[in-house]
């Protein structure tokens, strides 16, 4: 018996995988660490990258998470490509980092319809972290601090302040 197109549509609908996403969460948690270990006694690092620079700013500290803007930034660059924000969640009893947001993009499903009016990807989280393991992965092999030839850490976060 043959299937619909339809049916066939729906059979191959997307599906989640939570252990693989769990998995590129924890890395990322590992990895952004590596960037800003001392989280818990500074609000902003400053990282330079090739003609970038990189803010990872704390935006909100609870008992079992912290919330972190980070926002690249060039000098000379296109207009288009100046400037690269996301918000980012760090979990720490289950030690994992979530995209909250990118590039103004919140609410960020586990899967979508496709094609959608947003023209998101099926499986827009899991590339949304997956994008990030690879940057925070060239920040750690490229990256350097603005002073010191070491990450910065200031006291107040001065993110706003970073806009060029």
Not at 48 to 64: F, G, K, P, Q
Request: contains cysteine; positive net charge; proline residues 2%.
């Amino acid at each position: 018996m043959k299937q619909s197109t339809r049916q066939r549509a729906v059979s191959a609908r997307y599906k989640l995988s939570l252990s693989s996403l769990h998995a590129i969460c924890e890395s990322n948690y590992a990895r952004f660490l590596r960037l800003f270990p001392a989280y818990e006694q500074c609000n902003e690092r400053v990282i330079a990258l090739d003609h970038a620079r990189i803010v990872l700013a704390v935006t909100e500290r609870c008992r079992y998470t912290t919330t972190f803007k980070i926002k690249q930034l060039i000098g000379a660059a296109p207009e288009w490509a100046k400037s690269f924000e996301l918000e980012v969640r760090a979990y720490h009893d289950a030690r994992m980092l979530e995209v909250r947001s990118f590039q103004g993009s919140r609410h960020i499903q586990g899967r979508y319809q496709y094609p959608n009016k947003a023209m998101l990807q099926k499986d827009e989280k899991v590339q949304q972290n997956q994008f990030v393991a690879e940057w925070l992965e060239h920040i750690l092999a490229r990256g350097y601090s603005v002073s010191q030839l070491d990450i910065t850490c200031s006291q107040q976060s001065m993110l706003g302040d970073h806009d060029d």
